[in-house]
Every structure is written in C-alpha cells, then in structure tokens.
C-alpha cells in the first residue's frame, strides 16, 4: 500500500528538481553545436566588388564573423559597437548579409558606417542554416585553424565584447 504513494511522490520530487534546474538557466543562452568544431565551409560574393569569400580565405587569422540585415532592428543596437571595434583592429570582422536585398545592405553600410572588412551576400539564408542561425545578428569568433570558439546570439554589447569577446580574442592571438 505505501510503495503505492511512493511512487507519485518520487515523480513529483523528480519534476520539481527539473523545474528548478530548468529555472537557474540562462534562457539567453543556447548552446552551439558548431563551437569547437570547424567553421562550415562555403563560398558567396561580395557585397563590395565582383570577387567572392570564402572562411579559407581567413586561415591564420582570428576573425568575428557577424551575420547581419538592413531589415534587422537588432542590428542597429550592435551596429555602434562593431564600428567602434573596427577602429581598433582587434581583429578583422567579416559580415554575412542575410536574406537582404544588396541594394539596401549597400544603402544601410553607407548611412551607418561600415565595420566589415567586407560583407559576403547569403542571398538565400543556406549558409545561415549551415552556421545555426536562430536569427540577426548572430557573432561567431573563428580562431587562426578556422574553428568556430563563441557564438553570440543576438546583438553584440560593449558588456559582451568587454567581458567574453575581447578576452578570448586576446587568448586565440596569442
């Protein structure tokens, strides 16, 4: 008769421990799958130009691989800090234009400044399907062997670049 009531109580004592720990996340923070491995590989144009990137093109180097819209209101937020970072050339800073007319992405860089060194055009989204991408903007950092070290989903704050950007790009030039 007793096993007959253990049996509720443990289930509930079971939920409960995963609505606590389910509680304590972070709901901001989703893991990635793509960090630690190599950055998926593909080749677009440019949105400058007539020429084409590839993240082979980038091997040796730490770079922040940042996927971005002109239709992004997000975008806008973190747009000031990226402009800031790339006056200061911590490291060269790659846009992905995402499922964006080339018209407007040009239009956009113009009014508000452009961080990227260049911008490659995914027209379609694939290669932001291939990278994982929840929506924009979205921040990877892709150390010199071309593998993917940090995912930041949505905007990139001074908080963010100060406190888990900066450091870890400092750590992967070493």
């Known amino acids: 008769m007793k096993k007959r009531f253990l049996w509720p109580l443990g289930l509930f004592i079971v939920l409960v421990g995963f609505?606590?720990?389910?509680?304590?996340?972070?709901?901001?923070?989703?893991?990635?799958?793509?960090?630690?491995k190599p950055a998926p590989a593909f080749e677009l144009p440019r949105l400058e130009g007539d020429q084409r990137f590839a993240p082979k093109d980038m091997l040796g180097q730490v770079w922040m691989f940042?996927?971005?819209?002109?239709?992004?209101?997000?975008?806008?937020?973190?747009?000031?800090v990226l402009v800031a970072l790339s006056r200061e050339k911590l490291l060269p800073i790659v846009g992905l234009n995402y499922k964006d007319q080339p018209a407007d992405a040009t239009l956009w860089l113009?009014?508000?400044?452009?961080?990227?060194?260049?911008?490659?055009?995914?027209?379609?989204?694939?290669?932001?399907?291939?990278?994982?991408?929840?929506?924009?903007?979205?921040?990877?950092?892709?150390?010199?062997?071309?593998?993917?070290?940090?995912?930041?989903?949505?905007?990139v704050?001074?908080?963010?670049?100060?406190?888990?950007?900066?450091?870890?790009?400092?750590?992967?030039?070493?």
């Open 110 to 155: 113009q009014r508000h400044g452009n961080p990227y060194g260049l911008s490659a055009v995914d027209a379609d989204g694939r290669v932001g399907i291939d990278y994982g991408v929840y929506g924009v903007p979205e921040t990877y950092i892709v150390d010199k062997a071309g593998v993917i070290r940090f995912k930041q989903i949505g905007p």
């Open 157 to 174: 704050t001074r908080e963010v670049l100060d406190k888990k950007i900066r450091p870890l790009v400092q750590e992967l030039q070493r």
């Open 19 to 36: 609505l606590a720990v389910g509680l304590n996340r972070d709901p901001s923070v989703v893991p990635s799958p793509l960090v630690g």
């Open 66 to 80: 940042n996927v971005w819209a002109s239709w992004c209101v997000a975008c806008r937020e973190e747009h000031p």
